[in-house]
């Protein structure tokens, strides 16, 4: 992106000023929230229109934004911080460890004091034909919050978007809806909605997706207590087509989440297949797949994300790769309202504050590029899975307070960490030495066995 | 605790931290109440503050690096998540609005600090209003002993001007006598004044000196107040009931009496002086008439 004046200087929202947030999404419902907040704070008011067409109650894909629905433990803490505390109903279980299961055995790595750190949530009203009490949609939630704050919900499917005068004019069934300040465009990446944007013409294109795998598996509430507990079942199995799988616990539901290349409807039956998985359910008990779907993941994030009086957040910008779609969402919500309450909602004040958050999450994503590789090896190659195993089962038996592979993976699979981070810890030469301990006692094993 | 539940249960009265431990973390309540203590120099727990759902606690430690400030103590079942102090500085690194809703939160305390501190002052003006007043003074004093000991009546008598007469100056007491004057050595109080020794009676009326009043007392323990090595007075606790008092008891309320008697001496000082600068007062505008 070049650094050139490209649209009128100081655009800034005036008092009264109207922002239409496409999306009511978590990342457009942290926008709503954070901007009315921030500019309450500086004696602005905003009028904030939220158009979703989705009711978020509905169970099945209705209501559903599809994904895992786990917020990580850096999240939970953060917005707890902000004021937003998960009430009980829309979080359905409470993480405290994640189980890894490899075709060389498996280990727990958990939190300390097994504090409930992490939060697995729905993202709409639950798995298709199994309306409940006892759930209740995060999505619908945030939105209702953001409606707390002074935001306007309406259930309306915009379907062009026009410059007039300078301003953005936002049209449904050719009928004109509003003028706006600000368009925010937070409508993720499993909808025809970024195209609207495309079609704006300043030069934003859809980011390049993937597809993933998800579903709901129905299970008695005792036997996920029993099998499951309070952990996320992470997967890293040698199959190249699955990256890796995750099974996550919700009350009388498991959520399967696979991420890997041509995943189809085909590999989540392989996948309940493999003895590994098997080894995990139940035996004797029948499970069923209430709900499923293969959703779109973002991968590599657009280019030009903003142009005056419009700005691209959440997975229709940038995301992080494969893990913490959630926290990316409140990143990019929150970096996207600061800029436009406190710097303007031109292209400049966007390059200037906005697009650097923007730029460290693709920054970021390399270095988790780069680990899924060195994971992609590890798990391919059984002796340096087994080494894996050894030294995250060798460290959680240790009082050792360093814990540096355990910890790498936890940060990792749980997004609690910037990939980066989690990089800077892989360098670390303690856990090289005792990876090679593990390899050298992984090989003279298996030739032990060969002989 | 519910599956859907994030964070850790702490039970009733469990502790959460102590005041004076090293805090690398902070706190969100998810459900319950809790409470912050603070340790008096009587070592006496001191309630500052009742917490509950959605508040933060034991941020100060983070920020001010001393150690804990106060207990934080589980009122009944209490469910709490914990902020890590280097996850949470790494945050606000990146993003400091992330303080905004703590500075809110902290501003509210402050207000509250205020509020209560206005109101103390208000208290401590009341208090140095009754310290100058005899009358109030010796209410103050007997406030204080009830707050020690357990009573059913008690009062405060001193001596006249005269050092002859000892009448009642306070008293609680549903069945007090407020018209009650002894002479110096009638009675147990006349008798305490007269020897300068604190007495503790725990059957009164197989007490030859006691000398029946309106109220039917069984025990009580009798102070004399002194001021300069002169008696001025006497405190008086008494009982109805079969309770009786301790040697603790006695122990406590001596202690308060050497406070009573400066603080009765200064009211009359104070009283004096008063009187005299009305009176000169009195002179000068007769003279410039």
């Avoid at chain 1, 730029?359 to 340096?384: C, E, H, P, T």
């Avoid at chain 1, 609690?416 to 094993?445: C, P, Q, T």
Wanted: aromatic share 8%; proline share 3%.
């Amino acid at each position: 992106m070049n650094n050139s004046r490209e649209g009128n200087s100081q655009l800034a929202l005036d008092d009264g000023a109207h922002i239409a947030v496409i999306g009511g999404g978590p990342t457009g419902t942290f926008f709503s929230i954070f901007a009315l907040h921030m500019a309450r704070m500086i004696g602005k008011e905003l009028n904030i229109t939220i158009y979703e067409p989705k009711d978020f109650t509905k169970d099945g894909p209705g209501g559903c934004n599809r994904c895992g629905g786990i917020i990580s433990e850096l999240l939970v803490q953060t917005l707890a911080v902000e004021g937003i505390n998960l009430p009980d109903s829309v979080v359905q279980k409470g993480i405290h460890s994640y189980k890894l299961h490899t075709e060389q055995g498996s280990v727990s790595i958990a939190t300390p004091a097994l504090e409930k750190t992490i939060a697995t949530v729905y993202r709409g009203g639950g798995p298709k034909g199994k309306v409940s009490p006892d759930i209740a949609s995060f999505d619908n939630f945030l939105l209702e919050q953001a409606v707390r704050e002074g935001a306007v919900r309406k259930p309306v499917r915009i379907d062009r978007i026009v410059l007039k005068n300078t301003k953005p004019v936002l049209y449904a069934k050719d009928a004109e809806i509003q003028e706006a300040d600000l368009v925010v465009g937070a409508c993720g990446i499993n909808s025809t909605a970024p195209k609207i944007f495309e079609q704006m013409g300043f030069g934003y294109t859809e980011p390049e997706k993937i597809t993933a795998a998800i579903a709901e598996i129905g299970l008695d509430e005792k036997v996920i207590a029993d099998c499951f507990g309070s952990s996320i079942n992470l997967f890293l199995l040698p199959d190249r087509n699955i990256k890796f799988a995750a099974m996550i616990p919700k009350g009388t539901y498991v959520t399967l989440c696979i991420l890997g290349k041509k995943v189809t409807a085909r590999t989540m039956k392989d996948f309940l297949n493999n003895p590994v998985t098997k080894a995990v359910l139940p035996d004797t008990m029948p499970y069923e797949i209430h709900c499923s779907c293969l959703p779109k993941m973002n991968i590599r994030a657009p280019k030009k994300p903003f142009t005056d009086r419009v700005v691209m957040c959440g997975d229709a910008g940038s995301t992080r790769l494969f893990k913490d779609g959630l926290g990316a969402a409140y990143l990019m919500g929150k970096a996207a309202a600061k800029t436009a309450v406190f710097d303007g909602v031109g292209a400049d004040e966007f390059r200037a504050n906005y697009y650097p958050v923007y730029k460290s999450i693709i920054y970021d994503n390399y270095f988790g590029a780069m680990l899924y590789f060195v994971i992609d090896i590890y798990r391919k190659w059984k002796y340096l899975t087994k080494a894996m195993i050894h030294v995250v089962d060798k460290e959680q038996q240790s009082s050792r307070d360093e814990k540096i592979l355990s910890a790498m993976l936890w940060d990792m699979f749980t997004g609690n960490e910037r990939y980066k981070n989690v990089f800077m810890k892989s360098l670390k030469i303690r856990m090289h030495a005792d990876m090679w301990e593990g390899l050298f006692k992984g090989l003279v094993r298996g030739k032990n066995e060969t002989g | 605790m519910k599956q859907g539940e994030l964070g850790k249960v702490y039970v009733d009265r469990e502790i959460i931290f102590k005041e004076g431990s090293q805090g690398d973390s902070m706190f969100v309540i998810q459900s319950g109440k809790v409470k912050i203590t603070k340790k008096t120099e009587k070592e006496e727990d001191l309630t500052i503050a009742v917490l509950g759902t959605g508040e933060i606690f034991g941020e100060m430690a983070l920020f001010d690096k001393q150690t804990r400030s106060a207990n934080a103590i589980a009122m009944g079942e209490a469910r709490i998540l914990s902020i890590d102090k280097k996850k949470l500085f790494s945050s606000i690194s990146r993003d400091p609005t992330l303080v905004f809703k703590m500075l809110e939160s902290m501003s509210r305390r402050i207000r509250k600090l205020n509020d209560d501190l206005t109101q103390f002052k208000k208290n401590k003006f009341d208090v140095l209003h009754a310290c100058v007043n005899l009358e109030d003074t010796c209410t103050l004093i007997l406030e204080e002993a009830r707050n020690l000991i357990s009573a059913d009546n008690g009062s405060v008598m001193l001596l006249d001007d005269k050092g002859e007469t000892l009448s009642i100056k306070s008293a609680f007491g549903k069945k007090s006598d407020s018209h009650l004057q002894l002479s110096v050595g009638e009675g147990i109080a006349g008798d305490v004044l007269n020897s300068g020794r604190a007495e503790l009676v725990n059957n009164v009326s197989m007490d030859q000196r006691y000398k029946a009043g309106t109220a039917h007392i069984k025990s009580m323990i009798c102070i004399p107040l002194k001021c300069n090595d002169k008696n001025i007075g006497v405190m008086n606790m008494s009982n109805n009931t079969d309770r009786l008092f301790t040697l603790e008891d006695l122990k406590v309320l001596n202690a308060l009496s050497f406070y009573a008697s400066v603080a009765i001496e200064n009211a009359r000082n104070f009283s004096a002086l008063h009187d005299a600068s009305e009176q000169v007062l009195r002179h000068a505008t007769l003279l410039d008439m």
